[in-house]
């Protein structure tokens, strides 16, 4: 009996993190769609990558002819201090972040790590040639 219960609560727990898997990816294609719809309503070309994981075709959205790997996170664990940093720059009137981070990880190839630029979408979107949001024909 005991060996029974143990074997339904391993199954259980299979179940649960298919569905949590499953809500995952709902919530990850929403969000490359959601970019995707914010990028054609300021005029530029865009689309999402179908089964950007799995196909040969990398990248989760192109927009202007440039891939894209989008990461939709519920938490900001593991970004925090970049929020925060982002957050201040704004504060004091900048537009973005830009961060390096000089030393390597041990075992790293012994190339120079990239300077990382961090702007909000819109921003983005506007440097890539897009223009304010569309209006419809009356004007909203």
């Known amino acids: 009996m ?51 994981g799995a196909g040969k075709r990398k990248g989760d959205i192109v927009i202007e002819n440039r891939r894209h790997e989008n990461k939709y996170r519920s938490s900001d664990a593991g970004l925090k201090t970049l929020y925060k940093w982002f957050n201040k720059a704004t504060k004091q009137g900048c ?12 075992g790293e190839e012994d190339k120079e790590r990239p300077c990382l630029v961090v702007l909000e979408i819109n921003d ?8 304010s949001e569309k209006t419809n024909e009356f004007g909203s």
Do not use: T
């Open 2 to 52: 005991a060996l029974l219960v143990r074997k339904e609560r391993r199954m259980d727990k299979k179940k649960n993190k298919k569905k949590e898997g499953a809500e995952n990816q709902r919530r990850g294609k929403n969000f490359e769609y959601r970019i995707v719809y914010k990028a054609q309503g300021k005029g530029l070309s865009a689309e999402r990558v179908e089964r950007s």
């Open 95 to 106: 537009k973005g972040l830009i961060i390096k981070v000089k030393e390597k990880k041990e």
């Open 124 to 131: 983005y979107l506007d440097l890539l040639g897009g223009q």
